[in-house]
């Protein structure tokens, strides 16, 4: 369940998309703007959130079995909701997060396997019921986004990338889950290229934020005075 007073805005995509960039890029306009924002990511964003997010991206833990990958992404969520976003959010601010429940279903529903059914009952417990209002899917294609995020991710963060170094089908099945729920859900996600030039890519965004959000705010909380 939404709060009545903030917004939630989820950035998705596949390794290499450009999530994290323009996440900042986004916080940086929406401030410009007037907004009040709060900028975070999944897995992280608590003290317990960040340590699982090490157990999660660290390649020394190998081939994790994906329930186990479920549960400890569901943890990182459930501190993550009731101690950042839930508080932003009643607080009247625009949450921004790099991933959320949209990631789960596309990498381990998707990419592992585990029934979408019983994800999307853990999600909902994790979350409380929150749902983003608005989700931006950067689709970039398999091959590229594992270069781009090789190239950028530090060895001991690589989990993920060393696996579909190895299973590029793996990646693949991912991005086309994303495509099924932005197909699905298109009043709620924005799917948006990034394979163009990244001021071209940001311009598209900024479109969206103005008519997803700027146009219908203003003057309510969210704004600073």
């Excluded at 929406?30 to 999944?42: A, H, K, N, P, S």
């Excluded at 993920?160 to 994303?178: A, N, P, T, V, Y």
Aim: hydrophobic share 35%.
């Amino acid at each position: 369940m939404n709060t009545p007073h903030g917004y939630f805005l989820t950035l998705e995509g596949i390794e290499g998309s450009g999530k994290t960039s323009h996440a900042r890029r986004i916080e940086a306009f929406l401030v410009q703007e007037g907004c009040q924002v709060l900028l975070t990511q999944e897995p992280g964003g608590t003290r317990a959130g960040e340590q699982i997010r090490r157990i999660l991206l660290n390649p020394a833990h190998g081939e994790l079995d994906p329930f186990t990958e479920v549960f400890l992404f569901q943890a990182a969520r459930r501190e993550h909701v009731k101690q950042v976003i839930q508080p932003a959010l009643h607080a009247g601010k625009i949450v921004i997060c790099v991933r959320f429940t949209d990631s789960t279903i596309a990498y381990q529903g998707y990419g592992r396997g585990v029934e979408n059914e019983f994800l999307v009952h853990l999600n909902r417990v994790a979350s409380g019921g929150l749902n983003p209002d608005c989700t931006i899917f950067l689709d970039v294609d398999p091959e590229e986004g594992l270069r781009r995020s090789m190239a950028k991710t530090s060895a001991d963060e690589q989990r993920f990338e060393q696996e579909f170094q190895i299973k590029s089908d793996l990646l693949k099945r991912i991005r086309e889950g994303f495509l099924h729920l932005a197909r699905e859900e298109d009043n709620r996600f924005v799917v948006i290229s990034s394979m163009r030039p990244r001021e071209i890519v940001f311009e598209e965004i900024k479109e969206t934020l103005r008519r997803k959000i700027l146009s219908t705010r203003k003057g309510k909380l969210g704004w600073k005075a």
